[in-house]
């Protein structure tokens, strides 16, 4: 395993860390102040499609997608540090270059799974930046964790689809330009194999019967770059056959594969939230006195920060070796490592957060400073994707296969 950056690689990543310096750390706080005065807290702040523009200029567009026909072609090894410096600004960083989830998600599920026309109709605007998506798989009425469980229905009736179900944390939904839903549901709710009863299929926002009824807040913040986490009722919405993504059916193995790398992208800029987080909680130390002396000077201190940056060197070695694995034998060989990320990522990086806010007292919960969104975000992530729980009882049991 050599995980040494490429020529290519420390090329991009050379130019993105320059375009964050220049434009998107100065426009964190701008973007704040122009959201505030738009009519809705959903409308898209001017200096983001600024920095959209930006960012295509400068060739730092579309970086998570290895299809060389549509995106920049990069391998999960040559993306992760590329990913892991947008992570350093989660909200404005992914969506300026059009690396932000659920869109990122959606675009492989179109790009790999979908056919000419929803290609056509769809990926091609999503590519450009033109629209967003959601993606509609996680319900209210149950445990969302095992997608075996889902109750939308996905009914055929003659050339159409009848869509009925209630799906909720619905990101990229309360976006204006949020068009397309990839929903998630049952074609065959009684057949015989649980992971065949599962179909994946396209109903456009103004589709009749599609109601998205309010905001969900996670911890309080409501992620207005990522359009939202919303609330959505699917009553009756029919959209044509030609709808359906794949084959009837094909709908669980479609999520396994969208899943796979959304995981490991969200480690990849876990990792760029926790260099903040270490690089405020350093700042903070040499610049605040309590008790006579700078934090700097407070042993205490001294081991949150030493730990923390152990911590960040050993969660970025698994992540950048499950990158080269998923890269040299596929997503299904890389199962155990990306699993084992999906663990040990996001609690750690929650640890590090926690620190950098105790470090800063009162202000750390504020919003004043980065760190309490970070912190919502990072928690977050140990449910997102399947609960921490879920993939801990998957990887046991296939070490324990070894000595059954």
Request: charged letters at 25%; a negative charge.
């Amino acid at each position: 395993m050599d995980f040494a950056y490429d020529a290519r690689t420390e090329e991009l990543r050379g130019r993105l860390l320059a375009f964050m310096d220049e434009h998107v750390y100065p426009a964190e706080a701008l973007a704040e102040e122009q959201r505030a005065a738009l009519a809705s807290p959903w409308d898209t702040p001017a200096v983001v499609e600024e920095l959209k523009a930006e960012a295509r200029r400068q060739g730092l567009w579309n970086l998570f997608l290895p299809d060389e026909e549509y995106g920049a072609g990069l391998t999960n090894l040559q993306y992760a540090p590329l990913a892991e410096i947008t992570g350093r600004s989660p909200q404005l960083a992914p969506t300026v270059l059009n690396c932000s989830a659920p869109d990122t998600g959606n675009m492989e599920v179109l790009a790999q799974f979908g056919d000419d026309a929803q290609r056509k109709q769809w990926l091609e605007p999503l590519l450009a930046g033109e629209i967003r998506s959601a993606f509609a798989m996680t319900e209210p009425e149950v445990a969302s964790s095992d997608a075996t469980n889902i109750t939308t229905f996905i009914r055929r009736d003659g050339d159409e689809y009848v869509v009925t179900g209630r799906k909720w944390y619905i990101s990229g939904a309360m976006n204006p330009d949020c068009k397309i839903f990839i929903v998630m549901g049952k074609t065959d709710p009684d057949g015989p194999d649980i992971r065949r009863q599962q179909s994946m299929i396209l109903v456009p926002r103004d589709t009749p019967g599609v109601t998205v009824k309010r905001a969900m807040k996670v911890f309080g913040y409501e992620d207005h770059y990522h359009g939202g986490h919303a609330e959505v009722v699917f009553d009756d919405a029919r959209v044509p056959v030609t709808n359906l993504i794949g084959e009837e059916g094909g709908g669980f193995a479609i999520a396994q594969a969208r899943l796979g790398p959304g995981r490991i992208h969200h480690c990849m800029r876990l990792i760029g939230m926790a260099e903040r987080a270490i690089e405020l909680m350093c700042r903070r130390a040499v610049s605040r006195e309590a008790f006579g002396k700078a934090l700097a000077q407070q042993g205490v201190v001294h081991n949150w920060i030493a730990d923390a940056r152990v911590t960040v060197e050993q969660l970025r070695l698994l992540v950048l070796k499950t990158a080269w694995m998923m890269d040299t034998v596929g997503n299904r060989g890389a199962h155990t490592e990306i699993q084992a990320i999906k663990i040990a990522t996001p609690r750690a990086v929650v640890d590090i957060i926690d620190r950098a806010i105790q470090l800063h007292g009162a202000g750390g919960l504020s919003q004043d400073f980065l760190l309490a969104e970070l912190y919502a975000g990072a928690r977050t992530l140990m449910i997102a994707d399947g609960p921490d729980e879920v993939h801990q009882r998957s990887l046991a049991r296939r070490e324990l296969r070894k000595y059954a």
